[in-house]
T-cell receptor
């Protein structure tokens, strides 16, 4: 199966700062998703983005499928953005969504 | 529209006990799956189903059974709980399997003592 690597593993931001999270995958993917796991453990869908760019409020994501990476941008961060951000992908012909180990984001006031 | 619903949210078991984690979805999705999440790790696939009556093993299937008698429900059975099965369990569903967006339930936090 594919391998998914996320960076950085930990990130501490001052409220209002911007950040970029990166996800590299070892092979081509049919599906690429970004999730936010909040402090209560819920997995919140952020983006379904196998290719291209999407934006949702202060968050945006870009996947460059040919170069096997995806980026998640968080602008004007807020304390409620804290938590763990996961990317996950599905390789060609697979049913398994393979997760990275996540980026733990802490936004401090 | 409830999405993916898991019960219970929390459970404590003694070693050797059995139990069933429930998962139901109301989105008419064909594909359902179970993942476990251990500290410091992403989610790993336990079992999945591509439709009623069809199930298959994922990355970490040992100690777990599944069945899929209806489109809506996909229960996960622990046959004889072990401390190594202490984890958070997530159920997910999607319309068309690997290439479509997956939606997750709220999780079940299981502790085996």
């Amino acid at each position: 199966g594919i391998q998914v690597e996320q960076s950085p593993p930990d990130l501490i931001l001052q409220e209002g700062a911007n950040s970029t999270l990166r996800c590299n995958f070892s092979d081509s993917v049919n599906n690429l998703q970004w999730f936010h796991q909040n402090p209560w453990g819920q997995l919140i869908n952020l983006f379904y983005i196998p290719s291209g760019t999407k934006q949702n409020g202060r968050l945006s994501a870009t996947t460059v499928a040919t170069e096997r990476y995806s980026l998640l941008y968080i602008s004007s961060s807020q304390t409620t953005d804290s938590g763990v951000y996961f990317c996950a992908g599905t390789g060609a012909g697979s049913y398994q969504l393979t997760f990275g180990k996540g980026t733990k984001l802490s936004v401090i006031p | 529209n409830a999405g993916v619903t898991q019960t219970p949210k929390f459970q404590v078991l003694k070693t050797g006990q059995s139990m069933t984690l429930q998962c139901a979805q109301d989105m008419n999705h064909e594909y359902m799956s179970w993942y476990r999440q251990d500290p410091g790790m992403g989610l790993r696939l336990i079992h999945y189903s591509v439709g009623a009556g069809i199930t298959d093993q994922g990355e970490v299937p040992n100690g777990y059974n599944v069945s899929r008698s209806t489109t809506e429900d996909f229960p996960l059975r622990l046959l004889s709980a072990a401390p190594s099965q202490t984890s958070v369990y997530f159920c997910a569903s999607s319309y068309g399997g690997g290439s479509t967006e997956a939606f997750f339930g709220q999780g079940t936090r299981l502790t085996v003592v």
